[in-house]
């Protein structure tokens, strides 16, 4: 089966600064990993580079075996309906509820029915966030917006899900609690990326992710190596 | 309590205020100036084609004031005998003076002053046809079509129905200039907005209709308010002691016309949504 994510030989800039270049990546489908690396390395890059939201310098990028340079810009949003994207800073619709917010990719899809509302609610109830379900996204702690963040990035049942930093706001009893759904999500089959410099959390993922360990991607000094699950 | 907005779907774009009413303001004020142009273009257009047709069904034959009754009598046969000639009268002296009254004043004219003999014509003969025969019968005779001077007049009366038109237009660039200027406004100020739609995967379609629909509305309701006080004054002008007695007499919207007042809110609102797309494609393209 080809990979969910494939780079190959990828290059990318910020502004004038060469990222990193010749990076090659394959991500099997149903696969969890971290990336890892210090900051400015490149991590949001990448998982950017995943979504399509940036083109890369050099190199080829398919995500589902679709290759996203031959996309345009309507093909690149059709393919963000299929990934579920969480940054640190989760953003929102400030005048929308919170469950509203969760419901926006179900209203650009045109699938925002009763139906659609009981998913919305059912989501919210999986991430804890049913009594929170009519508040304004400002009114949220960090945790409780990463994991609106996180019920928005799946309401779609995507099939690759990418995280950026998801735990960097929250306390670790709220980064266990996150690493848990994505480690449920992942159970469901979702292949997951998270980015990440919180090496506890990694070692935390041993026990969560018990049947097949996750595995360590290290983005540093312009290159991407294999770490390994040994950190 | 339900996490959802009662009574349909909410808005994804905020509530912009200023902006809002800017546009909604301005939509009002185009919307009266473009049918008071138009009113006064189609007036003028009014006036020039009743000129044309009144004054081309009418003449004067002019004789010098010594000529024989003689040469009147066989003027008046012949044109009594020319098809299309639907009356030929001779004017006396005194039917002369009340003419000359209105420029020269009551008093009497000196016994002196030698007034040309006239013969006034209505009808729609062929005018080149007429001058040629009684050219041959009647020498003395010289036929005045009026188009010496109502070649001027109507000229001047379509130039004013082409200034009032060329300005409904110039209205109408205006209000696709404030529409396209708080268009962007609103764009550049829900960057976050966009942000989010695009992050989840929004198509720049489905963001651009957000905000053309947003403008479209306000346009219509603001350009619809402002037809009506257009038509309504227009209405008032007509109904009342006008200072104009000769747009007065011809009015700008009469029967089907008064269809313009309600186009002229359609054609606004299709403007602002024209600009309103242009604006949100050009800002999409930039930021993606």
Redesign the interface.
Known sequence: MADAVEFREVAARFGDVELFSGVGLGLAPGSFHFLTGPSGAGKTTLINLCSGTIVPAAGKIEVFSIDLAGLDRNGRAALRRRIGVVHQEAGFLNHLSVAENVALPLRISGRLDAGGRRDVEDLLKWVGLSARAHARPPELSGGERQRAALARAVILSPDLILADEPTGNVDWEMSQRLLALLAELNRMGKTVLVATHDLALIRASRQVLTDRPARVLRLAAGTLTLAGSDL | ?????KGG??S?V??SGFTAWLVLFSATIMGFLVVLFLGLGLAAGGVADRWQRDLALSATLRFPADAPQSDLDLALEVLHQTEGVSEARQLFAQDVESLLRPWLGAEQLPRDTRLPQLIAITGTPDWSGVRWRLQGEVPSAVLDDHGQWRAPVVKAANRLREIALGSAVLVGLAAATIVALAAQAALAANA??I????????????IAALFVRRFAVRAFVGSAIGAACGAVAFALFDAGDTPLPVLGQATGFQGAAWAVPLIVPAAITLIAALTTILAARSIL?ES?
Do not use: K
């Open positions: 309590m339900t996490p959802w907005t779907q909410p994804l905020p509530a976050q907005v942000s989010v739609l695009r992050l989840i995967g929004a198509r720049d379609g489905f393209r993606s």
